[in-house]
């Protein structure tokens, strides 16, 4: 589920942060929360984007009108990118336009070095191509492209990234989630609604109390979760397991132990992911085997 995840991935984060250089709780705390909200910055910036690459596309139709001797893709531009109905409700979208006036950083330049060469190898790749011979709009079409070219040259593009991590240096930990949340976008957006809302990380004080008390519990727990994880392992000294497979054993057991109302194969699932994305190659199978063992042993359900 969007959101629990990556507040869970946060703490994680910020608790394996203070065991390599411990600081005060309400900075932590302060730290963490910085991280949340930098990942809405991320997302927005990812749907600028898009937008922009709609806005190249609109800006070279207009350059190719004004050329003194005109061709008849000058005279009889093919429009169907620019009409994208996905592209119009992200570049429409009340809320992705307030928060971009109020943090003007977030918008790309139309001259931008990545945006121009990503625009170059989108227009001269086979699905673009493909795409714009098609006849006829469909929603549905119109959506699978986008989501397509979001893949491609975003979300699996290693030059992107490397950009925004330059920007940002948590970033490089944090594109994973703002990628989630923008394929969520464009797989929520519905043909006769508009696009008003986009996914919040924190949605309500419920989310922000989960996200304390998950921080504060797992780091007053530590050394009592030490024990719970020692009493497990089998054949393997606790001094052998790594700083990051502790911190995710520790916050989850935490969460299995404070929130009763979570089902323990929920709380496992998430964990086994956070190990996927952090730690080594097999971490998740350890994490998977020391939760399962711990549930059974407290007859958590």
């Known amino acids: ?28 705390e302060k730290n963490m929360f910085y991280g949340i909200e930098k990942i809405y910055h991320l997302y927005i910036y990812e749907l600028n984007f898009l937008v922009a690459l709609k806005e190249l596309a609109e800006h070279q139709i207009e350059i190719g009108k004004n050329k003194y001797i005109k061709s008849d893709a000058n005279t009889n531009p093919n429009q169907k990118f620019i009409n994208n109905q996905v592209l119009k409700k992200l570049e429409e979208n009340p809320e992705r336009l307030f928060f971009t006036g109020q943090h003007k950083e977030l918008k790309w330049d139309l001259h931008d070095d990545l945006l121009v060469k990503t625009f ?16 006829g709009y469909s929603f549905e079409e119109d959506q699978k492209f986008i989501g397509k070219l979001f893949l491609r040259y975003i979300a699996e593009n290693d030059d992107f ?4 991590g ?7 930990d944090d594109i994973h989630i703002a990628n989630s949340m923008v394929q969520k976008t464009i797989g929520f957006l519905k043909e006769n609604e508009e696009s008003r809302t986009l996914i919040k990380m924190i949605k309500d004080d419920e989310d922000k109390t989960f996200a304390l008390k998950l921080l504060r519990n797992t780091l007053d727990s530590w050394e009592n979760n030490e024990k719970k994880l020692k009493e497990r392992l089998e054949n393997w000294d606790l001094e052998r397991v790594s700083l990051m497979d502790k911190v995710i054993l520790s916050t989850a057991i935490t969460e299995l132990d404070n929130f009763p109302f979570t089902p323990s194969r929920v709380i496992i699932n998430e964990y086994i992911e956070i190990a996927k994305v952090f730690a080594t190659d097999r971490s998740n199978i350890f994490v998977n085997g020391i939760l399962d063992k711990y549930c059974k042993d407290q007859n958590r359900i």
Do not use: C
């Not at 990234?161 to 925004?164: E, K, T």
């Not at 330059?166 to 490089?172: A, P, V």
């Open 1 to 28: 589920m969007l959101g629990r995840r990556q507040i869970r991935e946060k703490a994680v984060q910020a608790v394996y942060s203070y065991y390599q250089n411990p600081i005060k709780f309400d900075v932590l």
């Open 120 to 135: 170059q190898r989108m227009t001269g790749g086979k699905r673009y191509q493909d795409f714009m011979k098609e006849e």
């Open 161 to 164: 990234h490397d950009y925004l």
């Open 166 to 172: 330059d920007k940002e240096i948590s970033w490089y």
